[in-house]
């Protein structure tokens, strides 16, 4: 028998959440978080469109990891109002991690210089959770942390709604925090909360912190719902680790804590052979790892595109690594009824759909809840455009948040259109400078666009577009696989 107690409760929730939902506005939301581009000129006023909103709530249910239906049901509602950070979470991509900046030396000073005046916390435990916040990073990385009377670089303090940085807090509830990327690293606290150091009530001070100093340290939101720098705070154990995809962030700006080995003596020789040695009982080397994509060895790189997390790699003129489980297989495998080589493959958000290009083929495939790919009705089609037939790679980039997808043919690039599945028909134009003269593939990583050439991976400027010509290890830039 339900007491009248808990029913009075529970409508009350019901009531509240429903309240809470109307003070939100969707679009306002969506703006603010990035799922949704600012309008400028004449168009600053203009609402968006049905279009533009379908695709904004698609962006933050996947992002947030949502059943993706592009509608305004009761759980997008709710995650909507769950407590989070006010950073945005995405600008010009999503990625599992991004990375925006980062500080140019690995000593790190901070100073809790405006304290809690309602958290339950002393000063004493308010600094020992930031203390113990900022380990978790250093657990990881090269980086030090030090506290500082004087200037730190990272200024810390607990602020209540209008605080003078552009970004007032909303009272109790939602938004927790904001920090901001190197070289600023102001991390403020919403002083409205209640903040202790608890796994089951209240705003817990140190997972909160942890989150926000990774933003002070260079990273962007992540959309791997488990890692630390997802945009919604989570409830973690005491004593927990950094998820793979945070450690995998952070040292890519500053690298991997150095360890001293302590050298081991050499192991004697067993009588019996057993595993890891030969009939003689002689202890044997084990294979060294190999250097490429998920550990597996290639000649040469084919196509590549990203869905999602997850890495697909075109390899060998006929096979494709799926980064979702590490296998290597034949591309027809995993793409029934596909070409056998694929020359140029991208992933399009906007029609969710996978893009395959043999010679003057194009194939199209959807990515079904059960892992599957299924090749679309009425595909493969034919490419209506004979200067794209046999492309170098394939190229997906965001301009303002809307999503291009270009083919790259003979340095020279071509709009691909994903609604109607080919190509614009022109002689196609330039837009980055100093692309390898061979290019093998393109992938996005976070922010950044590589070129990939003789598995390496030549890094775009953002800002000019001009292409590194320095190249890096191309395992670098894939992200890891899920064994």
Request: charged share 25%; hydrophobic share 30%; glycine share 8%.
């Amino acid at each position: 028998m339900v007491k009248s107690g808990s029913v009075f409760v529970l409508a009350f929730a019901v009531i509240f959440i429903n309240s809470v939902c109307a003070n939100v506005k969707p679009e306002e939301f969506f703006l603010r978080y990035g799922y949704l581009g600012e309008k400028s000129g004449n168009n600053r006023a203009e609402n968006p469109t049905p279009e533009e909103m379908e695709k904004a709530i698609l962006q933050f249910q996947r992002f947030t990891g949502l059943p993706q239906t592009g509608r305004m049901d009761k759980r997008t509602k709710k995650k909507m109002i769950a407590p989070r950070c006010g950073v945005k979470d995405i600008g010009k991509n999503l990625a599992e991690y991004q990375t925006m900046s980062k500080w140019p030396t690995n000593v790190i000073t901070w100073r809790l210089k405006k304290f809690s005046q309602t958290s339950r916390l002393s000063p004493g435990q308010q600094r020992r959770a930031i203390s113990q916040s900022l380990n978790r990073w250093a657990s990881v990385t090269p980086l030090v942390f030090r506290e500082t009377r004087g200037k730190p670089t990272l200024d810390i303090s607990f602020e209540r709604r209008n605080h003078g940085d552009g970004h007032p807090f909303d009272g109790r509830g939602m938004v927790l925090a904001h920090a901001y990327f190197p070289q600023d690293g102001s991390t403020h606290f919403d002083d409205d909360e209640e903040w202790l150091n608890s796994k089951t009530k209240g705003a817990d001070l140190e997972t909160v912190a942890a989150h926000e100093f990774g933003h002070a340290l260079g990273l962007a939101h992540s959309d791997e719902p488990k890692s630390l720098m997802a945009p919604y705070y989570q409830t973690f154990p005491d004593g927990f680790t950094l998820h793979r995809d945070d450690v995998a962030g952070i040292q890519r700006l500053y690298g991997r804590k150095q360890t001293r080995a302590t050298p081991r003596p050499p192991r004697r020789t067993t009588r019996r052979p057993s595993r890891g040695s030969d009939r003689r009982g002689r202890t044997t080397q084990r294979p060294p790892r190999r250097p490429g994509f998920c550990n597996y060895s290639y000649k040469r790189i084919d196509a590549a595109m990203r869905i999602s997390r997850h890495d697909f790699v075109f390899v060998n003129r006929g096979e494709v690594i799926d980064g979702r489980n590490g296998r290597k297989m034949a591309v027809q495998r995993l793409f029934p009824r596909g070409p056998k080589l694929v020359q140029a493959a991208l992933y399009s958000d906007r029609t969710r759909q996978a893009f395959l290009f043999k010679d003057r083929k194009i194939f199209a495939y959807t990515l079904g809840s059960d892992g599957k790919f299924r090749l679309v009705k009425n595909y493969p089609k034919s490419n209506n455009n004979p200067y794209t037939y046999r492309p170098d790679s394939a190229i997906k980039y965001f301009d303002q948040n809307a999503e291009r997808l270009l083919l790259l043919k003979n340095g020279r690039l071509f709009f691909f259109v994903p609604h109607l599945g080919n190509t614009i028909r022109n002689q196609g134009f330039n837009l980055f400078r100093n692309i390898p003269s061979k290019v093998d593939a393109t992938i996005a990583s976070g922010y950044e666009l590589y070129f990939i050439a003789k598995k390496k991976a030549y890094k775009s400027n953002n800002k000019d577009r001009t292409v590194s010509s320095k190249g890096i290890p191309v395992t670098v830039v894939f992200n890891k696989c899920r064994r």
